[in-house]
């Protein structure tokens, strides 16, 4: 008989509820008790606690639908603080990258690990010292999945999560322990098989990833392409897709938002595009490119259909690629300007960079070699805004007001990532307190 295992085992590490358990770590009084974390402007919920799960509030539901239960139960509410989750993030993906040599950074909260048969005699037991470790070294609790391909690890880690809060780890075992987990998973949940594809197959009839496995190959290929039979023959225990060690390289980096309230002046959107501008710019030169393509683009709240609409967008290509802020601000400020119309309503702008080509990429322009001061210039701006905020330094195009800005009225300090704002540890004892 085929054993169950083939060459190599594939873990799924997944953080849980990443944005609360990270807000947690900072206000260990909020253990235990309900918590939910908001979206960009304070809109929608995008983390809760299990308590608040219990509760009946769903994933990306409105924040203003939700506030009588909020107030009800003392639901303790935080703005999005990426700063925080983003080095929270890195610190779980150190510890993996510490114990396992292959590591794949799934998402902010997700990371694959594979290794070789026979590398690990007890899986159950390993699992559990995994999980025990990154909590430990970063406070951050985490479900733990483990099975004979990347899919099945997915597969392990949703149930790891039906488990009790305790233990939250789970191995699959064997082909007939495999085919009684898979009768329970709806083809919905199963990881690459999107909502459009999982409603063909329950019209025909296939409901569960026990039915699925069970169907012919080219009727399978014909519903769901051959990226859907891929996912089938990981169902069936055969590695299809192996690990992506490298994260894949950008072919765009952009920035866009919504505003705290509707903004009608040319001056406001010109800063907030400026502002976008600047930030994917810094994120540009933090992965060493540069872009030549620039597309802003503004639209009105499509929702508020008493409202007259507009949206526009433009692209724009620079004679020569750049990473330069005030040279990727005039271009998307030109383009702003063109497709403005006084009289809306508007309810967000964004900017996206592309052509994008390595720093060193030099095609020299005739009469323009670039400026090494410029280069060195801002240089010298990241560093100080790396050591004392993004804001600390910037482009005077940003504005200083800036009414349009989205609405984070209960975001937690960053903790980790400013010096004004790290925690302040009180005389009180050890065990109630530990920074990680
Ligand atoms: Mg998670």
Same mark, same amino acid.
């Given at each position: 008989? $085929?054993? %169950?295992?083939?060459?190599?085992?594939?873990?799924?590490?997944?953080?849980?509820?990443?944005?609360?358990?990270?807000?947690?770590?900072?206000?260990?009084?909020? !253990?235990?008790?309900?918590?939910?974390?908001?979206?960009?402007?304070?809109?929608?919920?995008?983390?809760?606690?299990?308590?608040?799960?219990?509760?009946? /509030? =769903?994933?990306?539901?409105?924040?203003? $639908?939700?506030?009588?239960?909020?107030?009800?139960?003392?639901?303790?509410?935080?703005?999005?603080?990426?700063?925080?989750?983003?080095? *929270?993030?890195?610190?779980?993906?150190?510890?993996?990258?510490?114990?396992?040599?292959? &590591? @794949?950074?799934?998402?902010?909260?997700?990371?694959? *690990?594979?290794?070789?048969? +026979?590398?690990?005699?007890?899986?159950?037991?390993?699992?559990?010292?995994?999980?025990?470790?990154?909590?430990?070294?970063?406070?951050?609790?985490?479900?733990?999945? %483990?099975?004979?391909?990347?899919?099945?690890?997915?597969?392990?880690?949703?149930?790891?999560?039906?488990?009790?809060?305790?233990? =939250?780890?789970?191995?699959?075992?064997?082909?007939?322990?495999?085919?009684?987990?898979?009768?329970?998973?709806? &083809?919905?949940?199963?990881?690459?098989?999107?909502?459009?594809?999982?409603?063909?197959? $329950? $019209?025909?009839?296939?409901?569960?990833?026990?039915?699925?496995?069970?169907?012919?190959?080219?009727?399978?290929?014909?519903?769901?392409?051959?990226?859907?039979?891929?996912?089938?023959? @990981?169902?069936? +225990? *055969?590695?299809?897709?192996?690990?992506?060690?490298?994260?894949?390289?950008?072919?765009?980096?952009?920035?866009?938002?919504? %505003?705290?309230?509707?903004?009608?002046?040319?001056?406001?959107?010109?800063?907030? &595009?400026?502002?976008?501008?600047?930030?994917?710019?810094?994120?540009?030169?933090?992965?060493?490119?540069?872009?030549?393509?620039?597309?802003? %683009?503004?639209?009105?709240?499509?929702?508020?259909?008493?409202? !007259?609409?507009?949206?526009?967008?433009?692209?724009?290509?620079?004679?020569?690629?750049?990473?330069?802020? !005030?040279?990727?601000?005039?271009?998307?400020?030109?383009?702003?300007?063109?497709?403005?119309?006084?009289?809306?309503?508007?309810?967000?702008? +964004?900017?996206?960079? =592309? +052509?994008?080509?390595?720093?060193?990429?030099?095609?020299?322009?005739?009469?323009? !070699?670039?400026?090494?001061?410029?280069?060195?210039?801002?240089?010298?701006?990241?560093? /100080?805004?790396?050591?004392?905020?993004?804001?600390?330094?910037?482009?005077?195009?940003?504005?200083?007001?800036?009414?349009?800005?989205?609405?984070?009225?209960?975001? =937690?300090?960053?903790?980790?990532?400013?010096?004004?704002?790290?925690?302040?540890?009180?005389?009180?004892?050890?065990?109630?307190?530990?920074?990680?």
């Amino acid at each position: 008989m $085929k054993q %169950f295992y083939g060459e190599k085992t594939f873990g799924l590490i997944d953080c849980n509820n990443f944005y609360v358990s990270c807000e947690r770590l900072f206000r260990p009084d909020l !253990a235990n008790k309900p918590v939910v974390v908001l979206s960009n402007n304070d809109g929608c919920i995008i983390a809760r606690s299990n308590e608040v799960k219990k509760l009946g /509030i =769903s994933m990306g539901a409105p924040y203003f $639908k939700h506030k009588a239960l909020i107030r009800k139960y003392n639901v303790t509410v935080f703005s999005s603080n990426y700063p925080l989750y983003g080095d *929270i993030s890195q610190r779980v993906m150190d510890v993996l990258m510490q114990m396992e040599p292959e &590591v @794949e950074v799934y998402s902010i909260d997700e990371a694959f *690990i594979t290794f070789p048969k +026979g590398k690990y005699l007890d899986l159950e037991n390993y699992a559990g010292f995994l999980k025990n470790t990154v909590q430990r070294d970063t406070g951050i609790p985490v479900s733990i999945g %483990f099975g004979p391909t990347k899919t099945l690890a997915k597969i392990a880690t949703w149930f790891a999560k039906k488990k009790s809060s305790t233990d =939250s780890t789970f191995v699959m075992n064997d082909q007939h322990h495999l085919e009684t987990l898979l009768a329970g998973v709806d &083809v919905s949940d199963i990881w690459g098989i999107g909502r459009r594809y999982a409603d063909r197959l $329950k $019209k025909q009839g296939v409901h569960t990833a026990l039915a699925l496995i069970q169907c012919n190959d080219t009727w399978i290929k014909k519903q769901l392409t051959i990226a859907g039979l891929r996912t089938v023959m @990981e169902l069936r +225990g *055969i590695p299809c897709i192996s690990l992506e060690k490298a994260p894949p390289v950008k072919k765009s980096i952009g920035t866009s938002r919504s %505003f705290g309230q509707p903004v009608h002046a040319l001056s406001a959107l010109q800063e907030a &595009v400026a502002t976008y501008t600047t930030q994917a710019a810094f994120k540009l030169r933090s992965r060493g490119l540069k872009a030549s393509i620039i597309h802003v %683009f503004i639209r009105t709240n499509s929702f508020r259909k008493e409202q !007259a609409q507009y949206c526009n967008s433009k692209t724009l290509t620079l004679s020569e690629s750049s990473s330069h802020t !005030a040279t990727l601000i005039k271009a998307a400020l030109t383009s702003l300007k063109a497709i403005y119309q006084p009289g809306y309503h508007y309810q967000k702008a +964004g900017i996206l960079l =592309s +052509g994008l080509v390595p720093e060193n990429y030099e095609q020299l322009h005739l009469f323009n !070699a670039p400026d090494p001061s410029s280069i060195s210039l801002m240089e010298a701006v990241d560093t /100080i805004n790396k050591r004392w905020g993004r804001d600390t330094i910037q482009s005077g195009a940003v504005g200083l007001i800036r009414d349009w800005c989205h609405r984070q009225l209960e975001k =937690s300090p960053a903790y980790t990532t400013r010096w004004s704002e790290l925690p302040i540890v009180k005389a009180a004892p050890p065990e109630t307190f530990s920074v990680a």
